[in-house]
């Protein structure tokens, strides 16, 4: 049959199946573009909130929302300084540590009461700690000074951990090991491993405070009951936000930032270019024990304790987890804040589909463990794909 | 730590459900949650049963909730819940202190909280099922001291007594702790000062704290566990030394401990253990069940008020008679 001789039905066959295959073509590029965006995570995060929603429609209630949004803020503030160190190609294992070390200290400053039968053993009592509560118990300022000193503590671990890093050119996952050990040791031993209550309302409210909130109905009662009325911009939030936020500028618009990220490519490149490693390395291992700290400031106040095992656990899983689900590269030189946001929105998400699964508490760590491989798995494959794009 | 094994759960189930078979089913079709700080005990395991099981069966659904002995989690989850609109939260968490401030979250929301097992350092807010410890160890002691004097009469030394204490923090270990010092207090004569090795409910700190005091001191005989978990600990360190011996063996230690599970109970028939302090756990599940089903039911909110398990000593020489009851002893059983 000749090209000429096309009737008019051939012809409309033919433009079908052009158009199938454009379209089908469009498809499939719709695909690989969201599989190879730098966003994947959050698509997969948007994809799978809305499948679980469409299961349990409950999870996309104001109130449950609101409540997941009150759980991701503490762990935004730990996984940024971890995000930074990660993209050096480093590791902060002690960012639990740090967090129940602070924790402490400041409960050892601002406490307004400690029982002796609890406390009576520690190190301290009778002279930092009494009875009538912490070193500056009631005195104005107290919070202000507790605060302050937590995040000293977590600013000196971080400069201790840095300090052998870059002096001595010890590996991070070694010193950042023995600092977990230390300052969790420490923070045990001080309390005799017990938990600081009875801290100041003006600390606590640093934890849950709500700063708008809202509450969706009809008035018909007196009073609106606490738990109809929801949170929706909260001290937590401002805190890890800003947080977020400056380090993520800091990261794309300063030379700092542009050091970080030459000295997790190539160290070696980035020294013979001028880029002071020792100094940066330094400086990235203060920041992230002094987001450790801001994290220790929130989970302690929303606990109401110093607590020495603030972090202890799974906790720090769930930050490193969190963090490089989100995207950033544990071969160190690739990373953003926005991204580890992403992770820690698909970490506490997931835990939050889990309870509504009603599955048994013998399977449900079985069932996160496999999303979070599959989610792994999803992200290689991508970057395997970028890498072949490339080449 | 003992680990629970998939056919035990079973057995527990089973033995739990014979036990609560009879529960009330008001709150059918409501959402209860429970949250619990690990399943890493035997005692844990059959409250865990005990709870879900029945509560599934009388049409509740049940929202598992594992903290892992990490308080924050354990609060991200108690807010998931009372998010979720429970209907009502039963709790075990790993402090007094975290007992108490998840209790007033869940009140402050309306939603009806009891505690199982685990009290809070305020016993003023909620429901709060709670064995009288104090009383249990006491009794336990007791028991294990009616071996001492046989032991005293024969010799005429002193014992040489030893405590495992379990964490501090958990207002359970204290009042063990009072019991069993009560009890020797009384018995002045027959004791050495005694040894205090603290656990924090950890096998391994109480594997190392048990090593150094026996090696310090090899003549302890009279060795009191606060939670009977610790007895393969125990046996770990008595063994190599020949010290892990039926009772009536010269180098018999008299060894005593708390809870009731099926590993003292079978420890107790075998004559290596004196006695056991029996906390009833399908007793405290359903004072626990009841009270949240009752508040559900009756529409109340912020239900308050202490439930106690008054608890009683298993020992060699009323096996036959208390042996039957005992939970440990049915789970035991129920695995044949």
Known sequence: ?391 | MKRMMPWSCGGLALAGLAVLAAMPAEAAGKKVCYAFQDLSTGFWGAGHAAIVDTLKKNGVEVVELNGGKDANRQLEQVKDCIAQGADGIILTADDGDSETMLVALAQEADVPIATFNRPPSDLSKGIIVVADNESVARQAVEAMIVQAEAKFKKTGKKLHPLILVGDLADPNAVKRREGFMNALKSHADLFETPVEINTKWNSQVALAGLEAAVTADPNIDFIFTSSDFLFPTIQGVLEPRGKWKKSGDDNHVILGGLDGDDGACKLIREGYVDSTGVQDVYLEAKLALDSIQDAIAKGEARPNGVKLDPGFALSQANYAEKGPTTWGCMVLDAKK
């Open chain 1, 1 to 391: 049959m000749g090209g000429d001789s096309r009737s008019p039905a051939h012809e409309r066959l033919f433009e079908a199946a052009a158009i199938a295959r454009d379209s089908r073509g469009s498809i499939v590029n719709f695909f690989r573009r969201i599989l190879l965006s730098e966003y994947f995570i959050l698509y997969l995060t948007i994809f799978y909130f809305l499948s679980m929603a469409a299961i349990f429609p409950d999870l996309a209630t104001p109130r449950n929302i609101s409540n997941q949004l009150s759980n991701v803020w503490p762990l935004l503030a730990v996984a940024t300084g971890q995000t930074l160190v990660i993209i050096i190609l480093g590791i902060d294992l002690s960012q639990g540590a740090i967090m129940g070390f602070a924790s402490v200290a400041g409960g050892f400053v601002m406490a307004t009461a400690a029982d002796p039968n609890l406390l009576g053993g520690s190190p301290l009592w009778g002279t930092v700690l009494t009875e009538g509560g912490g070193w500056l118990a009631g005195r104005s300022g107290s919070v202000l000074i507790g605060v302050g000193l937590m995040l000293v503590v977590g600013g000196l671990v971080g400069l201790i951990n840095g300090y052998f890093i870059a002096r001595f050119r010890m590996p991070a996952f070694m010193v950042t090991l023995v600092s977990l050990m230390l300052f969790s040791s420490a923070g045990i031993w001080l309390t005799q491993s017990q938990n600081i209550v009875n801290l100041p309302p003006e600390f606590t409210q640093l934890g849950s405070g709500d700063l708008v909130s809202f509450y969706f109905g009809e008035k018909v009662e007196a009073t609106i009951k606490r738990r109809d009325i929801l949170s929706f911009l909260t001290y937590p939030m401002v805190i890890a936000l800003a947080l977020a936020v400056a380090v993520e500028i800091m990261l794309r618009f300063s030379v700092l930032g542009r050091y970080i990220y030459a000295i997790g490519m190539n160290a070696k490149t980035a020294a013979i270019s001028g880029v002071p490693v020792r100094r940066v390395i330094m400086v990235v291992f203060v920041l992230s024990g002094l987001c450790a700290a801001v994290a220790s400031i929130l989970y302690s106040a929303r606990l109401g304790g110093g607590r020495p095992t603030i972090g202890a656990g799974a906790a720090l899983l769930d930050i490193i987890g969190a963090t490089v689900i989100g995207g950033t590269s544990l071969s160190g030189g690739r990373g953003k804040i926005v991204w580890t946001l992403i992770g820690v929105v698909f970490f506490v998400l997931l835990g939050n589909t889990l309870n509504y699964m009603g599955l048994s508490a013998f399977y449900i760590d079985v069932v996160k463990g496999g999303i979070i491989l599959a989610a792994a798995a999803l992200d290689v494959a991508r970057n395997q794909l970028l890498a072949g794009q490339a080449a």
